[in-house]
C-alpha cells in the first residue's frame, strides 16, 4: 500500500475523517483509539470539552478540558486511565477495540462523513491487524490496496467499499447511519 497513511485524527476532526460536518468522539471511540495506540495526547482536552458539553461529567472529565494542545501521554496517560475508571469503562482488548473503530469507519463511509477509500484506508491501517486479519475486515484491506494501485478502476473501488461497509455493518447488527 501507499504511504497515505491515516494514523491518528486532529482536534476537532475526532470521528475518522469527517469532512461535512463536524462529529462528535465518543468515549468508547476514544478508548479503542487509546488502547490500539492511536489517540494522540493533543486531542484530550477537546475530547473533555465534549464530553463536558454533552453532559459526561467527572473531576477527571473537568481536568482533561483543561488540557493544552502540547499535553504529552506522559502527562496524561494516568489522567486518561483515572477518566475511563470514573466513567465506568472496563478495558478492552485489542481486537474489542480494533472492531469499534471499524465499525464507525464503516458507519462514515455508509453515511458518506468519510469518502470510502479513507474509510477502508482507515480500516485496514488501524483495525485489521489488530484484530487478527479476519476475514471481515479483509476485503477493507484489499479494496484500499486496489484503489491506490489502480487509478483507473477507483470508482468501482468506491463501490465496492461502500457495499463491504454496509455488508459488514449488517454482519456485526450494527446500524449504518
Known amino acids: 500500500m501507499c504511504a497515505a497513511r491515516a494514523?491518528?485524527?486532529?482536534?476537532?476532526?475526532?470521528s475518522l475523517g469527517v469532512r461535512q460536518t463536524r462529529a462528535t468522539m465518543t468515549i468508547e471511540l476514544a478508548q479503542a483509539l487509546y488502547r490500539l495506540g492511536r489517540l494522540?495526547?493533543?486531542?484530550?482536552?477537546?475530547?473533555?470539552?465534549?464530553l463536558l458539553t454533552?453532559?459526561?461529567?467527572?473531576?477527571?472529565?473537568?481536568e482533561l478540558a483543561w488540557l493544552s494542545?502540547?499535553?504529552t501521554w506522559a502527562e496524561v496517560?494516568?489522567?486518561?486511565d483515572r477518566?475511563?475508571?470514573?466513567?465506568?469503562?472496563?478495558?478492552?482488548?485489542?481486537?474489542?477495540?480494533a472492531y469499534v473503530v471499524a465499525e464507525v469507519a464503516a458507519r462514515d463511509?455508509?453515511?458518506?462523513?468519510?469518502?470510502?477509500?479513507?474509510?477502508?484506508?482507515?480500516?485496514?491501517?488501524t483495525?485489521?491487524?489488530?484484530?487478527?486479519?479476519?476475514?471481515?475486515?479483509t476485503g477493507f484491506y484489499f479494496w484500499a490496496d486496489e484503489w491506490e494501485d489502480h487509478p483507473e478502476y477507483r470508482d468501482a473501488c468506491e463501490q465496492d467499499i461502500r457495499r463491504e461497509a454496509q455488508l459488514f455493518l449488517a454482519s456485526r447488527g450494527v446500524e449504518s447511519a
Not at 7 to 14: E, S
Not at 83 to 97: D, F, H, T, W, Y
Request: proline letters at 9%; charged letters at 20%; aromatic letters at 8%.
Open 127 to 137: 483495525s485489521w491487524h489488530a484484530a487478527g486479519m479476519p476475514d471481515e475486515l
Open 109 to 125: 463511509i455508509v453515511a458518506g462523513r468519510t469518502t470510502p477509500y479513507e474509510g477502508a484506508a482507515r480500516i485496514a491501517y
Open 7 to 14: 494514523d491518528y485524527w486532529t482536534p476537532l476532526q475526532l
Open 83 to 97: 477518566v475511563l475508571e470514573e466513567l465506568g469503562k472496563a478495558p478492552i482488548s485489542e481486537r474489542a477495540a
Open 77 to 80: 496517560g494516568k489522567l486518561f
Open 40 to 50: 494522540p495526547p493533543d486531542t484530550l482536552g477537546a475530547l473533555g470539552v465534549e
Open 69 to 71: 494542545e502540547s499535553a
Open 54 to 62: 454533552s453532559g459526561i461529567d467527572s473531576p477527571g472529565v473537568r
